[in-house]
């Protein structure tokens, strides 16, 4: 599916919307425009990016989680899936047939947006959860890339700021958005920088990762004053492993603040996604679950002083 083929706009050109973008000081030039001030009303959503230069980091994994639990402490969550992969849709059993709008759809038709009501994220018959109508889901398909990509010719100056719309429009509905997205820093990334008032930064212990995390922290922190930083969110790692403690040193080296939990690596988490729920809610009981409770509190505290 195309921009052209929602909007009837003219002009499409191929190209894949994440290409890397090679000057990371242009990129933050595009993203410092119009972040200060004036976001949301009183009492909107805090909208929260989960970003990292990297994949396989646990970005998904944890917008679901994250989710989940904000939505069991009674908060309206809704989760945004940024990603043309589509891997948090299909977290929550959200396949490509299935009937409905998509990400993509509000963002060719963003005026559509504040009439849009998101579905519940849980599927009927997945999850005997009492919260289950407060967590909802924007979804996408792979359309999401051909569509995001035709946004520049098709919309021209300002189109990054398109998803900042469709998130506007829901921030009244909500207490918490959380966007997840693709690795590296091309147009959707960019776009949900922009559309974000908190950034986490998912990474795990290891070399690769703690650079990562720290350019891209370097890069919000001199070219998007207006997003805040949350923090570096450790997964798949153990506090008493040598190479989790090291690489959180390494990081408040680097004057990078690291959240004060560090999710554990679970084996049960990589097979959560074939019973359509995140781990926080197909075992309730479990560590990995017990950690997202600890951060949700964490993050509502920070955010909802």
């Given amino acids: 599916m195309t921009f052209e083929q929602l909007t009837h706009l ?3 050109r191929d190209r894949h919307v ?18 200060d001030g004036g976001r949301f009303p009183a009492g ?3 909208v929260i990016v989960l970003a990292n230069h990297k994949g396989g980091v646990t970005k998904t994994t944890s917008t679901a989680n ?8 009674g908060l309206r969550v809704l989760l945004i899936d940024c990603d043309p992969q589509a891997n948090l849709s299909e977290a929550f059993g959200w396949t490509e047939d299935m009937v409905g709008e998509r990400l993509e759809d509000l963002l060719a038709q963003p005026a559509a947006a504040g009439r849009f009501q998101p579905p519940v994220a849980l599927l009927s018959g997945v999850g005997r959860v009492g919260w289950r109508d407060r967590l909802r889901l924007i979804a996408c398909t792979d359309s999401l890339a051909d569509i995001a990509a035709d946004l520049p010719q098709a919309v021209g100056a300002g189109y990054e700021l398109r998803l900042r719309r469709v998130v506007d429009a829901q921030r009244p509905s909500f207490d918490f958005i959380l966007l997840d997205t693709p690795p590296g820093l091309g147009s959707l990334s960019g776009m949900a920088l922009l559309a974000a008032d908190w950034l986490v930064i998912p990474a795990l212990a290891a070399d690769l990762d703690v650079r990562g995390a720290g350019k891209l922290y370097d890069l ?12 570096v969110l450790l997964a798949a790692s153990e506090r008493r492993w040598r190479v989790t403690r090291d ?14 939990f560090a999710v554990p690596r679970a084996v049960r988490v990589a097979s959560a996604p074939r019973h359509r729920a995140p781990i926080a809610v197909l075992e309730p009981d479990s560590i990995i679950a017990g950690t997202y409770r600890m951060l949700a509190k964490h993050i509502v505290a920070e955010c909802r002083p």
């Fill in 44 to 46: 909107g959503a805090c």
């Fill in 247 to 260: 690489a959180a040193t390494r990081m408040q080296e680097d004057q990078m603040k690291v959240l004060p």
């Fill in 18 to 35: 994440d290409g890397r973008i090679d000057d990371c000081k242009d990129i933050g030039k595009e993203l410092s425009m119009d972040v």
């Fill in 10 to 12: 003219d002009g499409r």
């Fill in 220 to 231: 919000v922190e001199s070219e998007v004053p207006g997003l805040r930083i949350l923090g």
């Fill in 66 to 73: 994250l989710g989940a639990m904000l939505a069991e402490r």
